[in-house]
């Protein structure tokens, strides 16, 4: 005789959203190292610790109503992350934004919290580029921005990424709409000596979009230069490309 598994009825009473909050949230030091679904973890602890008034989907395994969009890589840092939330009651964004950094590990920092009220454009429409700082040690600063010129002259730039159903092509140079190199100050009679050297660049959203990691693979295929120690990574800022002004303008 066959037994039937049984199964808790849906909740079809969820309260409905009356408010979405969008909230830029940093990933520093250590907690860079964060996998996407660890944060999600922490973060949906944090919304029980911090008492906001979540609105959850129906069905038979509820979830808080959270829109994660655009995550960094895992051991890049960032300076601008963003998700949305949706609430059951009004609240002040301050406040929010102040109780939900308390319930977070330092580390995983909220920045921002703001009302999209009368905003129509949903949020990954607004996040179409990311402006990334690679720090690269021990590097010759003429070195790397003469591979980032000649990187930047290519019409192409292909490089590859493994992923699990196999080896993907991406376009490295295609994504890449500025670059340019900075150098650390040298300490007084050390000119000559390597240094920290910073590439910053900004990166149109592709899909898939393209990692700092593929920027330098491209600086490889192009033009053979490889760091002689692991780069640090982080991004700046996230938003629509503003050519006329050379920067990228956050929503």
Same mark, same amino acid.
């Given at each position: 005789?066959?037994? =039937?598994?049984?199964?808790?009825? $849906?909740?079809?009473?969820?309260?409905?959203? !009356? =408010?979405?909050?969008? !909230?830029?949230?940093?990933?520093? &030091?250590?907690l860079r190292f964060t996998s996407h679904r660890d944060f999600q973890r922490a973060f949906e602890r944090a919304l029980r610790r911090a008492k906001v008034p979540m609105a959850y989907s129906h069905g038979f395994t509820p979830?808080?109503?959270?829109?994660? %969009?655009?995550?960094? /890589?895992?051991?890049?840092?960032?300076?601008? #992350?963003?998700?949305?939330?949706?609430?059951? #009651?009004?609240?002040? /964004?301050?406040? %929010?934004?102040?109780?939900?950094?308390?319930?977070?590990?330092? &580390?995983?920092? !909220?920045?921002?919290?703001?009302?999209? #009220?009368?905003?129509?454009?949903?949020?990954?429409?607004?996040?179409?580029?990311?402006?990334?700082?690679?720090?690269?040690?021990?590097?010759?600063?003429?070195?790397?921005?003469?591979?980032?010129?000649?990187?930047?002259?290519?019409?192409?730039? $292909?490089?590859?990424?493994?992923?699990?159903? &196999?080896?993907?092509?991406? #376009?490295?140079?295609?994504?890449?709409?500025?670059?340019?190199?900075? !150098?650390?100050?040298?300490?007084? &009679?050390?000119?000559?000596?390597?240094?920290?050297?910073?590439?910053?660049? %900004?990166?149109?959203?592709?899909?898939?979009?393209?990692? /700092?990691?593929e920027i330098l693979a491209g600086l490889r295929v192009a033009t053979g230069f490889t760091p002689v120690s692991p780069p640090r990574n982080k991004r700046l800022a996230q938003g629509v490309w503003d050519a006329q002004r050379?920067?990228?303008?956050?929503?």
């Amino acid at each position: 005789m066959s037994t =039937q598994s049984h199964r808790a009825a $849906p909740d079809r009473h969820q309260l409905p959203a !009356v =408010q979405k909050l969008r !909230v830029r949230f940093a990933k520093r &030091g250590r907690l860079r190292f964060t996998s996407h679904r660890d944060f999600q973890r922490a973060f949906e602890r944090a919304l029980r610790r911090a008492k906001v008034p979540m609105a959850y989907s129906h069905g038979f395994t509820p979830h808080p109503k959270v829109s994660f %969009v655009g995550a960094a /890589p895992t051991g890049a840092a960032s300076e601008a #992350e963003y998700l949305e939330i949706s609430l059951t #009651e009004r609240r002040d /964004p301050a406040q %929010v934004r102040a109780d939900l950094d308390a319930a977070l590990p330092p &580390g995983l920092d !909220v920045l921002e919290v703001s009302d999209t #009220e009368g905003q129509k454009t949903a949020l990954a429409d607004l996040l179409r580029a990311s402006s990334w700082e690679i720090a690269l040690d021990e590097a010759s600063g003429a070195e790397v921005a003469a591979a980032v010129t000649a990187f930047m002259a290519e019409e192409s730039v $292909p490089v590859e990424r493994l992923t699990k159903k &196999g080896v993907r092509t991406l #376009e490295a140079r295609g994504a890449v709409l500025d670059a340019a190199v900075h !150098v650390a100050a040298s300490s007084p &009679g050390q000119a000559d000596q390597p240094s920290t050297v910073v590439i910053r660049c %900004v990166v149109e959203h592709q899909a898939p979009t393209v990692r /700092p990691e593929e920027i330098l693979a491209g600086l490889r295929v192009a033009t053979g230069f490889t760091p002689v120690s692991p780069p640090r990574n982080k991004r700046l800022a996230q938003g629509v490309w503003d050519a006329q002004r050379r920067e990228v303008v956050a929503p």
